[in-house]
């Protein structure tokens, strides 16, 4: 778990909500107080409002903790190379649309998929790994 002055991310969110809906399936949690930790829940700012959300009912959800160097590393690597393969994307069209005379379009929806996967199968970042990055850079903003 983070630090308690830690703000919540998506997954934080995600992971209480999931808690929640435990809670009431195995009937911990009325429906009234479902609904009622799940208001909380869509203001809660940070981990302090998280433990006083779930303070009865004993379960805390597992927050993510801020990314790592490491993690920090790899999320620039993965920014750096998304610019990369666009570039390259525009440029690689560019040659063939002026070359072999082949309208744009066509490589357009190769370009939709294939440019974003390439940097993520060479950094091999989680989805969840990027989110966190992400989020942490546009709170340092």
């Known amino acids: 778990?983070?630090?308690?002055?830690?703000?919540?991310?998506?997954?934080?969110?995600?992971?209480?909500?999931?808690?929640?809906?435990?809670?009431?399936?195995?009937?911990?949690?009325?429906?009234?107080?479902?609904?009622?930790?799940?208001?909380?829940?869509?203001?809660?700012?940070?981990?302090?409002?998280?433990?006083?959300i779930f303070k009865d009912l004993g379960d805390m959800p597992r927050t993510t903790r801020p990314p790592s160097a490491f993690q920090r590393t790899r999320g620039r690597q993965l920014s750096t190379l998304d610019i990369v393969c666009i570039a390259v994307f525009f440029v690689f069209m560019g040659i063939i649309r002026f070359v072999f005379h082949v309208e744009w379009h066509m490589f357009a929806f190769f370009g939709i998929f294939l440019v974003p996967m390439i940097p993520r199968m060479i950094v091999d970042m989680r989805r969840e790994e990027e989110i966190v990055y992400y989020e942490s850079e546009s709170r340092n903003k």
């Not at 809906?21 to 009622?36: I, M, P, Q, S, V």
């Open 1 to 52: 778990m983070g630090s308690k002055d830690s703000r919540l991310n998506s997954y934080d969110r995600n992971a209480a909500r999931h808690t929640l809906d435990l809670h009431l399936k195995n009937g911990r949690l009325t429906a009234e107080e479902y609904d009622t930790k799940k208001l909380l829940l869509a203001v809660a700012d940070d981990i302090s409002d998280l433990e006083r």
